[in-house]
C-alpha cells in the first residue's frame, strides 16, 4: 500500500505560502504557511498534519488490539499533540479516552501500551511518544448510568 500527499509552495519561507492536496481528495489544496504554523492564521500545519495522523493511526491500532484480545470498542477518543520546540519535533503526546464494556483495568493499560508501541506512526516517529489513557466504565446507580474515569498511564 502506498499513500501520497502533494504540495505546491510559492514565495521565500517567511512570506511564501503553500497548498497540500492527499490522494484521497479529503484535504485539497489546504492552505499553509510560516503564519499558520507559528501563530494562529487560518491554515494547517505539518505538526498538526502528523498529529491526526498519529491520532487516527493509534486508535486504529488500538482498537483492533482489543478486537483481537475479545473485546468490544464502543468508543475511543484520542488527541494527539505534537511537540515542536527549537526548530524540531521532540515528542508526540498521545491522550485517549476508551470505553470498552468489561475489560479489566490491567488487561486495557497492557493493550494501550501495546499499542502505543507497536502503532506504525508511532514506529515512524524518532521521537518520545508518551501515553495518558483513561478506562470509562458504566456504574449502574439508581437507574443512572454514571461515568467514572481511571488514570492508567
Not at 510559492?10 to 484521497?24: F, H, I, L, N, Y
Not at 489513557?133 to 467514572?148: C, M, P, R, V, Y
Request: proline letters at 2%; glycine letters at 6%; aromatic letters at 6%.
Amino acid at each position: 500500500m502506498k499513500r501520497s500527499s502533494t504540495v505546491v509552495w510559492q514565495g521565500s519561507g517567511k512570506d511564501g505560502s503553500g497548498q497540500v492536496s492527499m490522494q484521497s481528495g479529503l484535504l485539497k489544496d489546504a492552505r499553509f504557511a510560516y503564519a499558520t504554523r507559528f501563530s494562529n492564521d487560518e491554515g494547517t500545519n505539518p505538526e498538526e498534519l502528523i498529529a491526526a495522523a498519529h491520532a487516527s493511526c493509534f486508535s486504529m491500532k488500538l482498537s483492533f488490539m482489543i478486537q483481537e484480545a475479545g473485546f468490544n470498542t464502543e468508543e475511543l477518543r484520542t488527541k494527539c499533540t505534537i511537540v515542536f520546540e527549537n526548530g524540531s519535533i521532540t515528542e508526540s503526546q498521545l491522550e485517549v479516552e476508551a470505553k470498552i464494556p468489561q475489560i479489566a483495568g490491567d488487561r486495557f493499560k497492557q493493550i494501550v501500551e501495546q499499542a502505543r508501541t507497536d502503532c506504525p506512526v508511532s514506529r515512524a516517529l524518532n521521537v518520545n511518544v508518551t501515553l495518558k489513557a483513561n478506562l470509562l466504565t458504566s456504574q449502574e446507580q439508581k437507574g443512572q448510568s454514571i461515568l467514572f474515569s481511571h488514570i492508567l498511564i
